[in-house]
């Protein structure tokens, strides 16, 4: 299981035969040297079960992955055409574009390595891979296709993807070139839908939602609430989320409702630092509080709405009952991540001032027949997206069932 991005909540769910033969694999090769023992150490008393590819990559294979630039050029694009337009010169630029050279030498270095663990005499009964389609996916999967040919390959879908993010949805020459796995674990029935959008053969099981599994447990804590709370979630980008706490104020000053019944529980993203985020802002109101609380779960227990970019805890946050104003880029496109199957009853999308100032009120003035409405939405998001954990869905996951 490629451990890069995976959240160790199946770990804590399997059975202890399950725990025996399950190992990740972590992504060690472009870390801070100065970091690497510390994690070494940590991983050898952690319980779970760790293959570092390190162990396996020999330096004729870092010199091939960094060598890669040199190759690239010698490859010679034939003329392509395609609506009367000719792409050759896209191709080549895309080719010779250097933006992203570490995802690519962690590519190179992956394949290398399930090439390197086939000669050492592994076997590999079934590799699973946190599936989004870029090129370390790819690399994954064609990988275990050329040296594991017989082991079962599983992409791990987890959330459901924005419809402009491409990559995420196989296509048929995909599967011609062997880089996608042989079947999709979807987190739930709604996602079925979009995955199989441009390859409607593709193998799908379904599997519990690891990562949302508070879904299901999830338990409202405003008992004690005065005012009207709003949770708002900030982008990783400085730049946007000065924009979005500036809008958030000049509307709360001008919307009929009192500053005095409503409150702006502002929590900047995981990479960012609430000390920066506030040396780029004037004195915020009273009524604006930036919270140093990491959980997105505690903070959503109190909160009457949820305001955030385009974020999967919007999804999450319908699912508890929450409704949600999604903010959508002014200057470009948004990544959406919020499907047509759901109802509008749940959630606005705003562009501008006004757009923003108008969702406030509808929540915040929402009836009590609205909400029983909104009740029976909030269940079918989470019947649709959130797959309850299960002892069945997890052996479907690990192809034990």
């Known amino acids: 299981i490629d451990y890069d991005r995976w959240y160790g909540s ?25 970091d690497i023992i510390s994690l070494y150490k940590r991983a050898q008393l952690n319980v779970r079960n760790y293959i570092f590819k390190e162990n396996y990559i020999t330096l004729k294979d870092v010199i091939f992955a960094f060598g890669y630039k ?18 050759s010169s ?6 010779n574009n250097n933006s992203d050279i570490n995802t690519i030498i962690e590519s190179i270095l992956t394949y290398r390595f399930i090439d390197r663990f086939q000669k050492a005499g592994k076997n590999v009964r079934l590799a699973i891979d946190w599936f989004e389609g ?36 196989p296509i048929p020459i995909e599967r011609e070139a062997h880089v996608i796995p042989d079947v999709m674990a979807l987190q739930a029935k709604g996602t079925v839908f979009t995955v199989k959008e441009f390859l409607p053969n593709l193998d799908t099981i379904l599997i519990p939602s690891f990562k949302s599994q508070y879904v299901w447990e999830f338990k409202e804590n405003k008992l004690s609430q005065s005012k009207y709370m709003v949770l708002v979630t900030l982008p990783i980008s400085i730049n946007y989320s000065i924009l979005i706490i500036n809008r958030l104020i000049k509307v709360c000053n001008e919307i009929s409702i009192k ?25 915020l109101p009273k009524y604006i509080t930036l919270t140093k609380e990491k959980s997105f779960v505690k903070l959503l227990s109190s909160a009457n709405l949820l305001i955030t970019e385009a974020s999967s805890t919007c999804l999450e946050a319908m699912a508890c009952g929450i409704p949600v104003i999604m903010m959508e880029n002014e200057e470009g496109l948004t990544y959406d991540p919020i499907p047509n199957r759901v109802s509008e009853k749940l959630y606005r999308k705003v562009r501008t001032q006004d757009h923003l100032i108008q969702a406030l009120k509808y929540f915040i003035k929402l009836t009590p027949e609205n909400m029983k409405q909104q009740q029976i939405e909030y269940e079918r998001v989470r019947e649709d997206y959130f797959e309850p954990m299960t002892q069945e869905g997890i052996n479907r996951f690990l192809d034990t069932y």
């Open 259 to 283: 500053n005095n019944q409503i409150k702006l529980l502002v929590k900047p993203h995981p990479t960012q630092s609430l000390i920066k985020i506030k040396n780029n802002l004037p004195e």
């Open 134 to 169: 870029q090129a370390l996916d790819k690399a994954w999967n064609m990988g275990f296709n050329n040296y594991f040919p017989n082991t079962k390959k599983i992409g791990y879908r987890p959330t459901e993807s924005f419809p402009i993010y491409l990559s995420s949805y």
């Open 90 to 95: 896209l191709v080549e630029e895309e080719l």
């Open 10 to 34: 199946l770990w804590d769910n399997l059975s202890k035969e399950q725990k025996l033969e399950t190992f990740f694999v972590p992504t060690l090769v472009l870390t801070p040297f100065k």
């Open 70 to 87: 040199k190759r690239v050029k010698r490859i010679k694009i034939d003329k392509i055409s395609l609506l009367g337009y000719e792409l």
